[in-house]
Structure formats: C-alpha cells, structure tokens
C-alpha cells in the first residue's frame, strides 16, 4: 500500500533524471568539446602549478570562464599562463609591463576589455603593453613574478597595481599554494616557499556554501548546465529570486571592513614588507634605467556611496574609528617616503561615480569593463604627460 502511494512521485523523479540525463546527451552531441572551453574561476580546472610561483592559470587556453553569477567571459591565456599574446623575446617597440592581482587580470572581463588590451590601443602601434595579472597574489607575489617572467625580457616601464582592498593583507598573508616574501631578522626580504602543493583534483575553496559548491559541481561536469547558465542566473537576478547573494556578499564585504579601521593592526604588519616590495620593484627598475609606476586601484566602498553605507551598516562599524580614505592614505604615504611616482585612481573613480557611471561589477569587488577602460585612460595620460616632459 505504502508503496503505491509513493510510486507517482518515483514515477516522476525518474522520468525528471531521465529527461535531464537526455538533455545533457544532446548536449554534448551538439558540442562535444563544451567541458574543454569552459573554466570556473573558483574551481582547479582554470589553474595549474608551477614549481617557481604555485599556480598560474593554465597557459594556452580559449575559452570561456565564469565566476559564480557573472556572465561568461572570454579567456585567452599564451604559453606561461597569461592572459595576453606571447612575449617576443626582441623588443621591436615600447614595453610596459603590468602587474596585479584579479582586478588586473580582469576577473568577469573579456578578453578586448582588459586594461592592458584597451591601454596598448590608445598608445597607437608603437606600444607592447604585457598583462602579468596573477589572481589571488598581492605586491610580494607580484615581485615574485616579475622576477621569474618580466625581468629576463627588455622592456621601458613597469607598473604595479596596488588594490588596496586586500593587497595589505595578501603581502603578509602565510603561504599556501603559492609562495611569499616574508622579512628576515635584518629586514630583507626573504622567499619563503609554499606548504602546500597545488592538485587539479583538489578544490582549493573547501570553504564554500553548498549551493555555491553545487553551481562550481555542475560547471565543471555538465554541458547542459554550462549552456543555460547564462539566461538562468540572468533571469533569477532579474527576478530578485536569489536571496543568498547578499548574505555571501556581505560575509565578504564585513571580512575586509578592517582596512578602513584606523585602529587596525594590519597596517602595522603590512607597511613594513609592502614597502620593501615596492622598494625592491623600483631598484630592479632603475636598475636598468626604466620608468616605475604605482597604480592605486580603490575599493567599490570608497567610490559607491550606496555601497559605503551599507558596509557601515552591515558590519556595524562607528564612523568615528573608521576612514573611508585609509588605505588609500597608507600607500600614498609609502610612495612619498619612496620617492615613487603613484597614481591615485580614487578622484576620477569618484567623478565618474558622481556622473552616474557604474565602473565596478554589480554581484563582487571586481571592475567591469568601463573600469578597465577607465584605467587605461589614466594610465595613457600619465605615460604621455611624462614622455612630454
């Protein structure tokens, strides 16, 4: 009797796996080669090791990858991970090379809308501009980087993005997958190697919720998935039907909270090797007699009012121990002890904000494409301001 009663809904549970089983059948029939272009951000099948840095992004990809419930984005990687074209080994005209962590690497942009990419068309032709972006890596990662992939090439300029959302914490963060500089007993800077070895098989993110761990699941496995993914986290955005997102969003946004602190310790324990890195970037550079510039990239928070009163709110900070500018100030404060030349982005950032132009991506912390287009537009006034002078 029980199991009559029970017998329409196995009836339709079976027929429901069948019809999905189907469909994901068809799916690769029509595209069979569907899992090999496209890649999740937050998963191992976007990344690779390397005995020197950890992990790069795996090199000679071309695809599409996407990050949680951004759109698909065009990724294009050469042979040492990159997202740029390979690096000639004769420099036939101007080099720059460009360092940073996601928002450089252009975490939900495509390919033609990264900074680099819109920044070598608006110098003209006589201009290489390399993408050196490591995701997940802070200033002295970065120096690691240029030491291993930038320094063995010519080149003219050199210029690091700080983002001062997590780089202060990334620069003393103990290493992982990936190696960091550290401070010896005598204030040098001093490789200290990785304690653990990255594998493809193993998810690196064991911390994320099920429906997120779920969504990075099926990405990886399912065709059928990764073809309606697109119009279905489209339509339940529109429809305002995820309510996760705000909770998994502001856990991130109350986790970072601490930069704009001014009684924090972070500043204290990160000032001292930022600085170092950066004063390592500029000797290596004058060095060889070439141009060394700091890019300052704000957070969303600093430029969003909205957004900026939501983490007063959501965090519960008092504004009277808090500064909006405070990371800012710290590395305008490490540059001007160093003598380096820095471009504060958070004035023009904040004058396209005042004109009603979104530069930031509506669901995480990272830039869309007219923030990328934004930079670049700096970055060329700078570099023409100077080649004048």
Avoid at 47 to 69: E, F, H, M, Q, R
Avoid at 269 to 274: F, L, R, V
Wanted: glycine content about 4%.
């Amino acid at each position: 009797m029980k199991i009559k009663n029970y017998l329409p809904y196995l009836i339709t549970a079976a027929a429901l796996i069948f019809l999905i089983l189907l469909l994901e059948m068809l799916s690769r029939a029509i595209s069979p080669s569907c899992k090999a272009s496209f890649y999740n951000t937050n998963s191992p099948n976007l990344y690779t090791s390397n005995p020197i840095v950890g992990i790069l992004t795996k090199p000679n990809l071309t695809g599409y990858a996407n990050s949680y419930l951004e759109s698909n984005f065009f990724v294009k990687t050469n042979s040492l991970g990159f997202r740029d074209e390979e690096i000639e080994p004769i420099k036939t005209k101007k080099r720059i090379v460009v360092l940073g962590d996601s928002m450089l690497w252009g975490w939900a942009v495509d390919q033609p809308d990264l900074l680099t990419e819109v920044l070598e068309h608006r110098l003209m032709n006589n201009t290489e501009v390399i993408n050196l972006g490591g995701i997940g890596t802070g200033t002295t990662q970065q120096l690691m980087y240029f030491k291993e992939f930038a320094q063995k090439h010519e080149f003219d300029t050199v210029i690091v993005a700080f983002f001062v959302g997590n780089d202060f914490e990334d620069n003393i963060r103990v290493p992982r997958y990936m190696p960091n500089y550290v401070l010896d007993d005598s204030g040098d800077l001093e490789l200290a190697p990785a304690t653990l070895i990255f594998s493809e098989s193993k998810n690196f993110s064991n911390n994320n919720p099920f429906y997120i761990s779920l969504h990075m699941f099926l990405f990886d496995n399912s065709c059928f998935y990764q073809s309606i993914y697109p119009s279905l986290s489209a339509l339940l955005v529109s429809k305002k039907m995820i309510s996760f997102l705000p909770v998994w969003r502001n856990g991130s946004l109350c986790f970072q909270a601490g930069i704009y602190s001014t009684g924090s310790d972070l500043y204290e324990k990160s000032i001292p090797i930022t600085k170092k890195a950066l004063e390592e970037f500029k000797k290596l550079s004058s060095f060889r007699d070439k141009n060394f510039y700091v890019l300052l990239l704000p957070t969303r928070e600093q430029v969003q009012d909205t957004d900026w009163k939501n983490i007063i709110k959501i965090c519960d900070l008092r504004e009277s121990q808090i500064d909006r500018d405070y990371p800012v100030k710290n590395v305008l404060k490490i540059c001007e002890e160093l003598n380096l030349t820095c471009l504060d982005l958070l004035p023009a950032f904040r004058e396209k904000y005042a004109q009603g132009k979104i530069i930031y991506s509506n669901l995480d912390i990272h830039l869309n494409k007219e923030g990328h287009a934004l930079i670049a537009e700096q970055i060329a006034n700078l570099i023409l301001n100077s080649t004048e002078k």
